[in-house]
């Protein structure tokens, strides 16, 4: 079982990755003009990025196995990446 220090380490690293991600973009635009993204792209993946990770916030602090918590992080994931994928080409 985590102790609540273990978990609070997760929880920064899981926000750090996300700050990670949602940076990312914006300096690759500062490279390449091919990454060419506006607000409403960094508002979208913010949305996606973030509602996933209150999510999984949520629904972790209610699961006490770990292997529980994981298979919610998969699926949290999956869903981030299913909703990106449909915005940037429509495959629904």
């Known amino acids: 079982m985590l ?7 997760w929880r920064a690293f899981r926000w ?3 700050a990670a991600i949602l940076i990312a973009p914006a300096i690759a635009m500062q490279f390449t003009a091919e990454m060419a ?6 508002a979208l993946l913010a949305l996606l ?14 699961l006490p ?7 919610a992080g998969a699926a949290a994931v999956f869903v981030v ?8 080409v429509g495959i629904f």
């Open 49 to 62: 990025l973030v509602g996933a990770g209150l999510v999984y916030e949520v629904v972790a602090a209610r």
């Open 16 to 18: 750090g990755a996300i």
């Open 81 to 88: 990446l299913v909703g990106w994928a449909d915005a940037a």
């Open 65 to 71: 196995r770990a292997s529980h918590r994981a298979i």
């Open 3 to 9: 102790s609540t220090r273990d978990r609070s380490s």
């Open 37 to 42: 993204w506006d607000a409403a792209d960094f």
